[in-house]
């Protein structure tokens, strides 16, 4: 059999395999606590549940239109916008089965072969998959701990070329959990005017950040109308499963994104829409307590993995990924994520899942609850005090 050429510029995410050896390993009786997979262990609110439930009995049950339910479009640029802070109106918006689509359709449209996308590494997996895919020339953007993990404006403007089309930013940051500072967002926004280039600003995350408020490079002056907000209801409202995300981006965008969406999905399921129009009007509460109880697990994990010999934490500001470096492990990232998967019963990631650079580091997803998570603890600090007696 052959494949097309394209194919094999084609990555993936690792998080799904590592889930099914994980799944595999439990089918012999293995006990394994999951820390592998980025979803919410949260049920989506009941009242969301209840929203869809109606919305099938109302027969919301056919095609809609390929941008969205103009209702729900209308919601999504009056909530983000006033949230954000940015000027948008329904016609901005693109709704999508899930916020990952937004990345593919952003690059198939704005990209030619050979235009230079910009991507933090370590970072999610995807921006550097799909730019190969497209023949675009992914060009990756270091992520230090010794700078927090924030973007390095120096090394920004040594890689901005001509051929600079994209931007890709994620804060906060899925692996690290990383923010921007304001002023790193500052001058991104600089330089983006200045060798005029395009923003993905993936802000998945945005309402999952325990200190400072959020900043959409958006609202910056001259920003709206050269970035795409990507965002989505899988993290926020525990939704990974239903695929509901969403695009705002400028209108002459808005529509080739559109027509991508008719020539791939169609739409996004209808009854979908109408539960995620009652998620952003509805009440909030259930959003708060879950970000009020990643914040309690965040501190157990970094407290319980600063205290395991040969490991140290940066403590995330966002998102619910811990992203400990274990380069005093003496181990790199890819044996030491197998070796605990398979010998410690803990499934977590390596670094370099996410990129070259994130060699050095596991991520670990505190989305699971406080129990599995002292268990993950004290297992993985047994396997790394026994190996290190041996
Ligand atoms: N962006 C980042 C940084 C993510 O971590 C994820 C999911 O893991 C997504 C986007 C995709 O979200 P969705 O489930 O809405 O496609």
């Known amino acids: 059999m052959t494949f097309a050429q394209r194919m094999g510029r084609l990555g993936t995410e690792t998080a799904f395999e590592v889930l099914a050896r994980a799944r595999a390993l439990e089918a012999t009786g293995k006990r394994i606590v999951h820390l592998e997979i980025g979803e919410p262990d949260f ?73 230079e996308v910009l991507y933090p590494n370590p970072g999610f997996p995807i921006y550097e998959s799909v730019a190969n895919f497209i023949n675009a020339r992914p060009v990756p953007l270091h992520l230090k701990e010794s700078n927090e993990f924030d973007l390095d404006l120096k090394e920004l403007e040594a890689k901005i070329t001509p051929r600079t089309k994209l931007l ?37 995350y945005a309402r999952i950040q325990y200190e400072g408020r959020h900043l959409s490079i958006a609202s910056l002056p001259g920003m709206s109308e050269r970035t795409i907000v990507l965002d989505g209801f899988s993290k926020t409202y525990s939704m990974t499963g239903w695929r509901l995300g969403f695009g705002i981006m400028p209108k002459p965008l808005a529509v080739h994104v559109t027509r991508l969406m008719t020539n791939s999905n169609s739409c996004t399921a209808s009854f979908i829409q109408r539960a995620g129009q009652v998620a952003l009007t509805g009440p909030q509460g259930e959003v708060h307590a879950m970000v009020a109880e990643f914040k309690v697990r965040r501190d157990t994990i970094v407290e319980g993995l600063n205290q395991i010999p040969g490991v140290t934490c940066f403590t995330p500001k966002g998102a619910f990924y811990a992203f400990p470096n274990i380069t005093g492990t003496g181990m790199t990232s890819k044996a030491l994520a197998t070796a605990l998967l398979e010998e410690a019963g803990v499934a977590g990631l390596a670094g370099t899942s996410f990129g070259a650079h994130g060699e050095g580091y596991l991520r670990f997803s505190y989305a699971n609850s406080l129990e599995n998570i002292q268990t993950a603890l004290a297992s993985i600090g047994d396997y790394l005090s026994v190996r290190t007696r041996a």
């Open 43 to 115: 049920d989506t609110p009941a009242f969301i549940r209840k929203a869809a439930a109606a919305a099938l009995e109302e027969g919301w049950t056919h095609y809609g239109p390929s941008a969205g339910l103009p209702e729900f479009r209308k919601t999504i640029a009056d909530v983000f916008g006033a949230e954000r802070k940015f000027p948008c109106d329904a016609d901005n918006v693109v709704v999508t089965p899930g916020a990952k689509p937004i990345m593919f359709f952003v690059m198939l449209a704005l990209l030619e072969e050979g235009d």
């Open 168 to 204: 890709v930013l994620n804060s906060p940051h899925n692996p690290t959990g990383a923010v921007l500072k304001p002023e790193t967002v500052e001058g991104i926004a600089a330089l983006a005017r200045k060798h005029s280039f395009w923003i993905l600003s993936d802000e998945i």
